[in-house]
T-cell receptor, first 114, second 114 residues
Framework: GAGVSQSPRYKVAKRGQDVALRCDPISGHVSLFWYQQALGQGPEFLTYFQNEAQLDKSGLPSDRFFAERPEGSVSTLKIQRTQQEDSAVYLC????????????FGPGTRLTVL | AQSVAQPEDQVNVAEGNPLTVKCTYSVSGNPYLFWYVQYPNRGLQFLLKYITGDNLVKGSYGFEAEFNKSQTSFHLKKPSALVSDSALYFCAVRDEAGGFKTIFGAGTRLFVKA
């Protein structure tokens, strides 16, 4: 009965470093979403997976951002050559199926780029 | 393009009084509307959703929301506020015609005073 988990919970990176953020969705959930939440703002959509297929990546802010979900379960969000403006909380959410069901959110990874 | 507006950064209400947290939206197709709550040091939690049907939807913890198509609004309400309702509330919308992207508002902080 575990919920969505994310690791690491906190990440400090030097500008220019690559980072990888992991999301373990609820078992059996088809849909997986990544969001970026800046301080004092609502979550901003980054990308959406339906099983292993990335169906929407329209929210990825640049080609430095890359996400994958190769086996339709665990997902990784990778940010290359991090910049200070990448500092934010990165949220992962999963949903039971591909329709309009509610999303279950993980605790987030707080990324700080120095 | 989809958008969500939460016009109030903060709402203050006395315990036992009714509360309303406002949300308006803009979509090109039919909207799927959601409310989520974020307690301190906890992840986003689903409260309720409107997909179709009755304009008044009931959710967790005694909350309800009314869908008003003509005013493009989906205000969150509770007849009698509790101190424990103090949290950050987010309205979100998915456009039936817009794929899987979910747009969140900036959030409204609710303070319930004893």
């Amino acid at each position: 009965g575990a919920g969505v988990s994310q690791s690491p919970r906190y990440k400090v990176a030097k500008r220019g470093q690559d980072v990888a953020l992991r999301c373990d969705p609820i078992s059996g959930h088809v849909s997986l979403f990544w969001y970026q939440q800046a301080l004092g703002q609502g979550p901003e959509f980054l990308t959406y997976f339906q099983n292993e297929a990335q169906l929407d990546k329209s929210g990825l802010p640049s080609d430095r951002f890359f996400a994958e979900r190769p086996e339709g379960s665990v997902s990784t969000l990778k940010i290359q050559r991090t910049q200070q403006e990448d500092s934010a909380v990165y949220l992962c959410a999963s949903s039971f199926d591909r329709s309009y069901n509610e999303q279950f959110f993980g605790p987030g990874t707080r990324l700080t780029v120095l | 393009a989809q958008s969500v507006a939460q016009p109030e950064d903060q709402v203050n209400v006395a315990e036992g009084n009714p509360l309303t947290v406002k949300c308006t939206y803009s979509v090109s197709g039919n909207p799927y509307l959601f409310w989520y709550v974020q307690y301190p040091n906890r992840g986003l939690q689903f409260l309720l959703k409107y997909i179709t049907g009755d304009n008044l939807v009931k959710g967790s913890y005694g909350f309800e929301a009314e869908f008003n198509k003509s005013q493009t609004s989906f205000h969150l309400k509770k007849p009698s506020a509790l101190v424990s309702d103090s949290a950050l509330y987010f309205c979100a919308v998915r456009d039936e015609a817009g794929g899987f992207k979910t747009i969140f508002g900036a959030g409204t902080r609710l303070f319930v005073k004893a």
